[in-house]
């Protein structure tokens, strides 16, 4: 029995996916990696057909024509047999003792009968080039190393603490039931790897070590902020997906819906800057398009997000007001390590 499939979503990844493979196969029989070449046109393919036949029965090579990351990411759930279910992208990498931590822990949960819906560790901003590279650590907000609900959270987090789709595993029946299916051909699909999901997540674990260098140092990599805004549709649309994936009438703890409102705020916040970063005569207008949406939605969610202090800063007035917003932005920018 496999406790944990790790997808690897690959798209012309041949120079680099080595490395995010070589940190994975170490589990031995406990895990599964699942290498989905997503129609690259390079010696992806090849890479992971040779990993293998040197890992039988640990690693499969999965080609598909291209559907994009979400497209990837469905395929290596749909194709998992483990009993949870992790994604890391072919650039990235998982730290050796960290992940052989998490593994056994994982791995007693299911010999005891104790199985959680979603495990938690932290992440780096592996940023090239950057003399301090921020980790994102959750000391203070959630129970450490034992079983716990929503309701045992020790406070909610705070505006600078979130959790990307690199700081979870989830239970591979979960996602199922969750009905996890990502839009094909579409950037930041990885937002909404956090935000269904957790709808239905009763019982979580917080690891406080760091597990998963997100690294951040390629050109043509999808979180460059120039890149980030030519998609910017993508961004927007993945946006609206979350309006619309928003359930509080599926919550019953106040804690699991504080995350959702922060989550949310945050993909508020990044959007937002992003269109008036992006600066032409329509951005204005997006914006507020995308408040609008908001509201017409899901109002109570629109006036926490709003009366909020990122909602407030967003939506400053006037042209002096707009130019604060982005200051603010670039100095989080500096100080967190992210794009």
Known sequence: MKILTVAIPCYNSEAYMRKAIDH???GGDD??????????????????REYEARFPGIVRAIHQENKGHGGAVNTGLREATGLYYKVCDSDDW??????MKALSILKEFTEKGTEVDAFISNYIYDKVGAKHKRTMH??????????????????????????????LIYRTALLREAGLNLPEHTFYVDNLV?????????????LNMTMYHYYIGRA?????????????DQQLRVTRMMIDEYRPNLVASTSQLNFLVHYMSIMMTVSSA?????????????KDDLWTYLKNKDKTLYRKIRNGLLGHACNLKGRVGRRLMLT???VAQKLYGFN
Do not use: N
């Open 24 to 26: 994975v196969v170490c």
């Open 194 to 206: 956090v935000f269904q999901p957790m709808v239905y997540v009763k019982t979580l674990y917080y």
């Open 138 to 167: 959750y000391t203070g907000f959630f129970p450490e190393d034992r079983i716990f609900t929503w309701d045992e959270m020790k406070k909610p987090l705070a505006a600078d603490k979130y959790v990307l789709m690199h700081s």
């Open 274 to 286: 992003l269109l008036l970063r992006r600066g032409d005569a329509e951005a204005l207008t997006e």
């Open 94 to 99: 998982l730290d050796y003792d960290s992940f």
């Open 328 to 330: 603010c932005y670039s």
């Open 220 to 232: 043509d990599q999808s979180v460059q902020e120039q890149i980030m805004i030519k998609r910017l």
């Open 31 to 48: 895990v599964e990696v699942l290498i989905v070449d997503d129609g690259s046109k390079d010696g992806t393919l090849e890479v992971a």
